[in-house]
């Protein structure tokens, strides 16, 4: 089946500008994250959705930043008043959970780079 | 706070080297995932470790958990053309989040 998508791939907005962030996990998948990842860095953690309920949302770095998934399917990443520093790669990632609790492999999307002038 | 550091940031080998990256917690781990990324490319799943003392093997890669839970190990035999790329742990340490290193990039000489 098809793999994790998000849109756009690629976006450029002038500060100041409220962008969003679209990410299509793999179906049935009930759990779904969001990372942030700079210019040669690891993908920093920003929230964690299982079905539509928001478990951890630790990792968005100020309240201009907001996810959703009301059907526990489709999400979305808003960015409210971009900012230079939020130019980079938005990653999204879908997984399953097994019966212990633990998480199984995550699978990324494509991911969206965020250009802000 | 909950922080995996991954170390060398960079490695360059020729061909036929082999290549070893650490990830090291100050914390005790739930579990630990490996990744690898291409240029230009999103993370790709590698493996999970659960146990402690886990050693998993892939074909040419070897993932070790530490005995404490407290650090991984990645290593490639016979380095490949094909391995280029940066290699990702991430940690769990229970809960939601996922915390992942700096990441190692490997470079390979022909």
């Known amino acids: 089946g098809a793999g994790v998508s998000q849109s756009p791939r690629y976006k450029v907005a002038k500060r100041g500008q409220d962008v969003a962030l679209r990410c299509d996990p793999i179906s049935g998948h009930v759990s779904l994250f969001w990372y942030q990842q700079a210019l040669g860095q690891g993908p920093e953690f920003l929230t964690y959705f299982q079905n539509e309920a928001q478990l951890d949302k630790s990792g968005l770095p100020s309240d201009r930043f907001f996810a959703e998934r009301p059907e526990g399917s489709v999400s979305t990443l808003k960015i409210q008043r971009t900012q230079q520093e939020d130019s980079a790669v938005y990653l999204c990632?879908?997984?399953?959970?097994?019966?212990?609790?633990?998480?199984?492999?995550?699978?990324f999307g494509p991911g969206t780079r965020l250009t802000v002038l | 706070g909950q922080q995996v550091m991954q170390i060398p940031q960079y490695q360059h080998v020729q061909e036929g080297e082999d290549f070893t990256t650490y990830c090291n917690s100050s914390t005790t781990l739930s579990n630990i995932q490996w990744y690898k990324q291409r240029p230009g490319g999103h993370p790709v799943f590698l493996i999970q470790?659960?146990?402690?003392?886990e050693v998993k093997k892939q074909k040419r890669l070897t993932f070790q958990f530490g005995e404490a839970k407290k650090n991984s190990s990645l290593h490639i035999t016979a380095t490949q053309t094909t391995d280029v790329g940066t290699y990702f742990c991430a940690g769990l340490f229970g809960g939601f989040k996922t915390i992942f290193g700096a990441g190692t990039r490997l470079f390979v000489k022909a």
């Open positions: 470790l659960v146990k402690s003392g």
């Open positions: 990632a879908s997984t399953t959970v097994d019966p212990s609790g633990l998480y199984n492999e995550q699978f």
